[in-house]
């Protein structure tokens, strides 16, 4: 497994970084089978300048370590086609099992606090991570490392592209959701959900144990679907 990461810190009234990562990742999948695309969400610190919520996104590539020069140019070349003038965009790539426990450290520092780019720069060389700054002030990188490490955790992020959970609509059953691509139906308490109808509208799965877990909770006759960072 392969991540892909990057934090574009879009400008106001333009499209946002889950945007850009999921038409990168369907670029990429004429060449990679993509397992999915996770959103995580980052600081609210004031300090943090952003026009949207302050998230990251991961492409995540089912592809051998060997592929990671390839997807870097490939990816590369696509977010600075797309470079939106005032935008900071960062991208860091990395190999599942290279990701060390300091980066996943350091992401959920960056979920919870203001950190500076000399840190992300820092850590990056420390722990050997392939970070790339394209443009603008570069600040995405803060968010590009971090969201490595989140994804490579497994205990943060919801999906935002997964198999056919985009093509779900209305009350489907337990099964269908299970088909769809999501490992397991569950409420937050951890029961497993085997039965009855889920509203599908813009299923977003929670990434828990590295794995695309839908949580619900009991809405009259159905269960509505949560998302959780």
């Known amino acids: 497994m392969i991540y892909i990461a ?44 952003c026009t949207h919520k302050n998230s990251s996104a991961v492409i995540h590539v089912d592809a051998p370590d060997d592929a990671l020069p390839n997807l870097l140019t490939q990816t590369r ?10 935008s900071d965009p960062g991208l860091c790539l ?8 300091a980066i996943t450290e350091f992401g959920y520092k960056v979920k919870n606090e203001y950190v500076p780019q000399s840190e992300a720069r820092a850590m990056a060389i420390q722990h050997s991570m392939s970070l790339f700054g394209l443009g603008g002030t570069e600040d995405g990188v803060i968010g590009a490392l971090a ?11 919801r999906y935002i592209i997964l198999g056919t959970i985009r093509e779900l609509i209305g009350l489907q059953p337990v099964a269908a959701v299970l088909e769809a691509g999501i490992t397991a139906v569950s409420t937050t308490d951890g029961t497993l959900i085997t039965s009855g109808k889920v509203l599908c509208d813009r299923l977003r799965p929670a990434r828990r144990n590295g794995r695309p877990i839908l949580f619900v909770e009991k809405e009259n006759d159905y269960w509505l679907p949560l998302k959780l960072d």
């Open 6 to 49: 990057l934090d574009d810190t879009d400008m106001l009234d333009t499209r946002g970084t889950g945007h850009l990562a999921r038409e990168i990742a369907a670029q990429l999948a004429k060449f990679f089978p993509i397992i999915g695309v996770t959103r995580h969400q980052l600081s609210s610190d004031p300090r943090v300048p």
């Open 77 to 86: 070349a696509l977010m600075l086609v797309d470079f939106i003038p005032g």
């Open 94 to 101: 990395a190999v599942h099992d290279k990701v060390p426990k």
């Open 147 to 157: 969201s490595v490490g989140l994804a490579a955790g497994g205990e943060d992020g």
